[in-house]
């Protein structure tokens, strides 16, 4: 079974940055495209960024500029680099693969911007 743990957020002021950290275990991990999602009160769950498994990344347009994905497969870890946040990018985050069917989600991390 796999399990997926996030890490890394936290509370950080408007134009601040975090690295989130998520990392997979029971599964072959390389081979999976991986995407982090994120969902904010009283709103859907929404993907914010995903990286193939040969490391192709995109964004969606919110975050494109400011974000980055990227992946160490020896580590089994899925990372996103967070620049000049803003007060919209709270939420809880998350990573999963970017399958039909995705994995148990993981319990995800919390970001919190705000002066």
């Known amino acids: 079974q796999v399990q997926l743990v996030e890490s890394g957020g936290g509370l950080v002021q408007p134009g601040g940055s975090l690295r989130l950290s998520c990392a997979a275990s029971?599964?072959?991990?390389?081979?999976?495209?991986m995407g982090w999602y994120r969902q904010a009160p009283g709103k859907q769950r929404e993907l914010v960024a995903a990286?193939?498994?040969?490391?192709?990344?995109t964004y969606a347009d919110s975050v494109k500029g400011r974000f980055t994905i990227s992946r160490d497969n020896a580590k089994n870890t899925v990372y996103l680099q967070m620049n000049s946040l803003k007060a919209e990018d709270t939420a809880v985050y998350y990573c999963?693969?970017?399958?039909?069917?995705?994995?148990?989600w993981g319990q995800g991390t919390q970001v919190t911007v705000s002066s």
């Open positions: 029971g599964t072959i991990f390389s081979i999976y495209a």
């Open positions: 990286i193939t498994s040969g490391s192709t990344t």
């Open positions: 999963n693969a970017r399958l039909t069917r995705p994995w148990s």
